[in-house]
């Protein structure tokens, strides 16, 4: 992967003027910094990521291609503050960035395909600038069939997220939950948070995923302090087969999960549902259930 070039990098120091410098090295207490914990432009000085909850927009993803602003609209109307792109619908990158200004949205994040970790990363760094995300998030990968393999993706994520911090983005890995599959003695999930630094490589932990592979959200949380800084939130109606459903209808405990995600510094909560029967009252059902928690 080449390094970002001078044109890229001269337009990136212009759209990163008057940001926070990036984070140092791990704290006394060997918790990862996240990139922007402390950067004003995020505009977390309004307390818990549950006072500004988001949505994948994966979700409704059928009414964005219809209707990409009176979707956008709508969910503003709802009380959603954040968006997480999963694609951007043939719209160019100063499009979107003017729709969310217009509505009054912002984009921290945006899932981008595995693939793009080649000759095109550069480009992606640049869009993503211009739309104003904080974080690239890479939302699936095919999985290797050899632990070596598991590796090389480990070191793949740290070279290409040294080139996204270098641009002032953060990097994070979004996890389903063939990662939680045994393979050679390891779980390939462990193996990309032991070997991708701290310091470069954020996780995006959904949460259903992790539920549905058997495994504790809290135990990672405790485990790997400072590597989740963005949630994904959906529930499940319990196993064995573990329906998808709209956060409250299931058995996931998440006041206990997202209680516990915010004192180990959240920095933001999407929602998603993978396939919902009417997205838009699904995306209500959940935005009252985090309401509710927030009190």
Not at 100 to 105: A, E, F, T, Y
Request: charge should be negative; include cysteine.
């Amino acid at each position: 992967m080449s390094t970002l070039s001078r044109r890229t990098f001269l337009t990136v120091a212009a759209a990163l003027a008057g940001r926070a410098a990036a984070a140092g090295p791990l704290s006394a207490a060997g918790v990862a910094t996240h990139p922007f914990a402390s950067d004003s432009l995020l505009n977390l000085s309004s307390g818990s990521p549950l006072s500004r909850p988001g949505l994948q927009l994966y979700t409704v993803r059928k009414l964005m291609e219809r209707d990409f602003d009176g979707t956008l609209s709508t969910i503003a109307r709802i009380g959603y503050r954040e968006v997480e792109f999963a694609g951007y619908f043939g719209r160019p990158p100063a499009q979107v960035a003017a729709s969310l200004s217009r509505i009054g949205l912002s984009a921290p994040s945006s899932h981008i395909p595995y693939a793009m970790l080649g000759e095109g990363w550069e480009r992606t760094i640049e869009e993503c600038l211009a739309i104003g995300h904080r974080y690239i998030t890479i939302p699936w990968l095919p999985a290797p069939a050899t632990l070596d393999g598991w590796y090389e993706i480990a070191e793949r994520f740290n070279e290409a997220a040294r080139e996204a911090r270098l641009s002032g983005l953060g990097f994070a890995y979004h996890n389903h939950d063939f990662e939680f599959r045994p393979l050679e003695g390891k779980i390939p999930f462990d193996v990309l948070l032991e070997r991708t630094d701290p310091q470069l490589v954020s996780f995006e932990m959904d949460i259903y995923w992790l539920v549905r592979a058997g495994y504790d959200p809290l135990e990672y949380l405790a485990g790997f302090p400072g590597r989740f800084p963005l949630f994904h939130v959906k529930d499940s109606a319990g196993p064995p087969d573990h329906r998808m459903t709209d956060v409250g209808n299931g058995v996931i405990d998440f006041a206990t999960i997202l209680a516990s995600a915010t004192e180990a510094g959240a920095l933001h909560f999407f929602v998603e549902h993978d396939s919902p029967e009417e997205p838009m009252r699904s995306i209500r059902t959940s935005y009252a259930a985090l309401a509710a928690l927030r009190g």
